[in-house]
Every structure is written in structure tokens, then in C-alpha cells.
């Protein structure tokens, strides 16, 4: 079971780190045993963390590769052995690193970024099985759609057309106004290299001795295994009763709606509150004038020229007006709870 808060740096609850999927995760690194893991994409090292624990077990190394690693990742390999940060994009990065037994890939989720990854390690394999390949957000909403930290890294013919700070819902091809919010995303789901997923199933499909499971839970789990390693058949045990499992796939689809309509009703209430203080501050200014209109007719009613003219209005009365000028005023901020005068 992790131990890590993984609270801590998720406050709103969106399950984006592997560790919710402890138990799956190290189930599978039991299975293979290696010796050397490589984490693409650890940012504060909350999975990282669990790694080196594990691998502090089993005599093994983890190498974290991320370009801008957040402190608490720096601090862990400060005090330990086991453990290198890499700070470096993948594909500098993964042409000097040593070739690992499994890497766990949660970097760029994009097609370019990922497919580059997985062929690196592939063509740095020399001949023997590939590394286990344990792929993060091979689910919605990064399954079909290209999502970027950086655009300008993605050579323009793999860039999709791309949405600034788009919001993203369940269901829904294109953007939105309100949902779960991207720095930069693809401006349209699906298409032909468009997405993690994608990115794995063309890589799968370019060799004949890989295998892929798809488990569908915290954002989806892609497990890639060549047939021919020894521990294949182990691998493939452990992950038949997740693979596509339709009771996960429903509940993941209703975990991601339900988070991106959280957003939503966030959204809508910020929008309300805005609202509520646009109309709160019309009424204020609206009172503010009506009080200087009656301070007006106040003033009025002290005016001795007012007090002049009212005489010869008593003196030749509009037809059909029985009341004074000054009873008439009077009645006004009467009715406006003025009862001065």
C-alpha cells in the first residue's frame, strides 16, 4: 500500500498520480523484478517516492526523468542512493540513460512525445525483449486528443491544431467554456496521431511480439510486454481480469464526468457570484443617486424662491391639483420613508 500523501499535491482530488494505482503498479514490478526502473515525468516524486522504496528492497535503481523537477523530487534524491533525476526533455534524455527494464512513461501526453519515447527505448534495446512499458493516461481525455506543455517543442507536421487553455468535458469532441482546464490542447479529439493511446497501439502494432492491456482506471493504464521475455506469461495473468474490464471503464467514465462537472458548477458559481456583485453594485449606485435626488427636493422645500413660487402655484392651480408643490414633494419622500420637512 503507498504511503506517500497523495493529497498533497492533487488538493482537488483529480487522481492524476500512478500511485492511486499502487497496488496494480507494484504488483507488476514483483512480476518482472528489475533492476533498473525509469520514471518519465515525476514532477514532486510522489510515485517516485514508492519506487525508491521498492527498489531499496530489491537492490534495484530508479532514474527520474523530468525537465523542470519540483523540489520535494530534488530533495528525495539528495538523500538517496538509489535514485537520479535526469533534468532533461525524454528524447534528450533517453538517448544516454541506460536502456531500463520497465519504464513507467507519464511525461508530454501527446502523440509525438510518446511515440518518440517508446521508439527510443526500442531501437536502444539491441535486439533483446524491450523494456515493460507502464503508460499513464491512455484514458480520457488524453486517449485521442494531444495535450502540450511547450507547442513550439512538437515539430509542426506532428502538431495538432491547438486550443489555449481549453476546457475539457467527457463526450464532447471539441472545447468548451467550462470543465477541466489544459494549458494547450488539440482542438479536436481523434484523427490519426492524436493522443496517448494512439501512440501506443501504432507502436504496438509496428512489432509482432508486443502485447497491449488498457486498464481503465485514474485517467487509464497502458501495459506494454514483449511476449518473448520470461516473464510474459505472468504479466499477462495479472492484468486479463483489468484489461477493458467494462465495470471499470464505467465507473472511470463516471469519475471523469463527475470531476469535470465539478469544474463546471465551479465555474458557474464563480460566474453567479460575479453577477450577484455587478447587481449589488447597481443598486448601491441607484441609491446613491436617489438620495441626491431627495436631497434635491429637500433642498427645495427650505428654498425661499421654491417657497415663492409655491404661493402662486396655491394662487392658479393646475387643473385637476388640489396639493401644493411643497405637499406634493412632501408626499414623495413620504413615500420613500423620508420624514423630515
Not at 502523440?111 to 526500442?122: H, N, P, W
Not at 507547442?151 to 491547438?162: A, F, H, K, M, V
Not at 508486443?210 to 495473468?237: C, D, K, M, Y
Request: aromatic share 8%; with cysteine; charged share 25%.
Amino acid at each position: 500500500m503507498i504511503k506517500t500523501d497523495l493529497l498533497a499535491h492533487d488538493p482537488d482530488r483529480w487522481g492524476h498520480s500512478l500511485g492511486n494505482a499502487a497496488e496494480l503498479l507494484f504488483s507488476l514490478l514483483d512480476a518482472v523484478r528489475p533492476q533498473s526502473i525509469l520514471e518519465i515525468g515525476a514532477y514532486a516524486g510522489d510515485l517516485t517516492t514508492e519506487l525508491v522504496e521498492w527498489a531499496k528492497r530489491n537492490e534495484a535503481e530508479v532514474v527520474a526523468i523530468d525537465p523542470g523537477p519540483h523540489y520535494d523530487l530534488l530533495a528525495l534524491a539528495h538523500r538517496t542512493l538509489c535514485l537520479e533525476v535526469v533534468r532533461e526533455k525524454s528524447h534528450d534524455a533517453l538517448r544516454h540513460v541506460a536502456v531500463p527494464d520497465v519504464a513507467i512513461v507519464d511525461g508530454d501526453h501527446n502523440y509525438y512525445t510518446v511515440s518518440g519515447e517508446l521508439r527510443i527505448l526500442a531501437e536502444r534495446s539491441e535486439g533483446r525483449p524491450l523494456p515493460m512499458f507502464i503508460l499513464h493516461d491512455v484514458g480520457w481525455p488524453h486517449a485521442r486528443r494531444d495535450t502540450y506543455f511547450e507547442p513550439e517543442d512538437i515539430p509542426e507536421e506532428y502538431r495538432q491544431p491547438l486550443v489555449e487553455g481549453p476546457h475539457l468535458v467527457p463526450e464532447e469532441t471539441g472545447t468548451v467554456d467550462r470543465g477541466l482546464l489544459y494549458h494547450w490542447a488539440a482542438a479536436r479529439e481523434g484523427g490519426s496521431r492524436n493522443g496517448v493511446l494512439t501512440a501506443a497501439e501504432d507502436f504496438v502494432a509496428e512489432h509482432d511480439d508486443l502485447s497491449l492491456a488498457v486498464i481503465p482506471v485514474f485517467f487509464g493504464i497502458g501495459i506494454v510486454w514483449s511476449t518473448a521475455a520470461p516473464w510474459a506469461s505472468r504479466i499477462a495473468e495479472l492484468v486479463a481480469p483489468w484489461d477493458r474490464n467494462p465495470v471499470l471503464e464505467w465507473l472511470e467514465a463516471n469519475r471523469v464526468f463527475n470531476l469535470a462537472r465539478k469544474n463546471v458548477l465551479v465555474a458557474e458559481s464563480g460566474s453567479l457570484a460575479e453577477r450577484v456583485e455587478e447587481l449589488e453594485y447597481r443598486l448601491a449606485e441607484l441609491a446613491r443617486i436617489n438620495e441626491q435626488q431627495r436631497s434635491l427636493l429637500r433642498g427645495l422645500l427650505d428654498s425661499r424662491a421654491f417657497a415663492v413660487g409655491d404661493r402662486l402655484f396655491r394662487l392658479r392651480p393646475r387643473r385637476g391639483s388640489t396639493a401644493s408643490l411643497s405637499d406634493q414633494i412632501r408626499n414623495t419622500l413620504a413615500e420613500g420613508g423620508d420624514r423630515s420637512g
